[in-house]
């Protein structure tokens, strides 16, 4: 029995996620600058995140810390463990 359901309004999101995922935008980036040990995202998942936004939202970006951990949840955007080679 379904006790709720939760409705979001993603937009254009999730297409503008897949889209990056498919062109491998992460892994392109990732290549070119490999990863801090001590980060929690590599700068190809920053970047994806970024260029959703813009693709998306395209409004000035601040305090951009807590960008992935807030679209983590929806979209299709999400942390990912590291590329393997």
Known sequence: MI???VTKR???LPVAAEFLRQLDVAGIVDALCPPDSRAELTH???IEVLVA????APA???R???LGPQ?????G???RGRRAG
């Not at 936004?53 to 998306?56: A, G, I, S, V």
């Not at 679209?71 to 979209?75: E, P, Y």
């Open 64 to 66: 951009v810390g807590g």
């Open 77 to 79: 955007l999400r942390r």
């Open 60 to 62: 000035p970006l601040f």
């Open 71 to 75: 679209l983590g949840g929806g979209g």
């Open 3 to 5: 006790e709720s359901v």
């Open 44 to 46: 190809g998942q920053v």
């Open 53 to 56: 936004n813009r693709l998306t």
């Open 10 to 12: 993603l937009g254009a």
